[in-house]
Nanobody, 113 residues
Framework: QVQLVESGGGLVQPGGSLRLSCACS????????MAWYRQAPGKERELVAV???????NYVDFVKGRFTISRGSAKGPLYLQMNSLKPEDTAVYFC???????WGQGTQVTVSS
């Protein structure tokens, strides 16, 4: 079993920054690929960023240049640094052991003036 716990969400003004964290524990082997997803009200969950075992990263277009995914060590924590936040970034953000059923409970990010 794997446990993932997100934190760091909150209310921020447009143009502001937040840093999300995902604490990882349990049966995690090697340096797994991990990801951040988000789900806005009334929308499907969508991929935001991925980091693989070598540290290579990929981002969806709408966060490129604003968000940075990183990890503290092989088994976490996983981070998402979010800068220049926009109201459309408002969502619940989830970390995921990539392409597995293991998800955190999510952390709410609200961007509003």
């Amino acid at each position: 079993q794997v446990q993932l716990v997100e934190s760091g969400g909150g209310l921020v003004q447009p143009g502001g920054s937040l840093r999300l964290s995902c604490a990882c524990s349990g049966e995690i082997f090697g340096i797994p690929t991990m990801a951040w997803y988000r789900q806005a009200p009334g929308k499907e969950r969508e991929l935001v960023a991925v980091i693989d075992g070598r540290g290579s990263t990929n981002y969806v277009d709408f966060v490129k240049g604003r968000f940075t995914i990183s990890r503290g060590s092989a088994k976490g924590p996983l981070y998402l640094q979010m800068n220049s936040l926009k109201p459309e970034d408002t969502a619940v953000y989830f970390c995921n052991l990539y392409r597995t059923p293991y998800w955190g409970q999510g952390t709410q990010v609200t961007v509003s003036s």
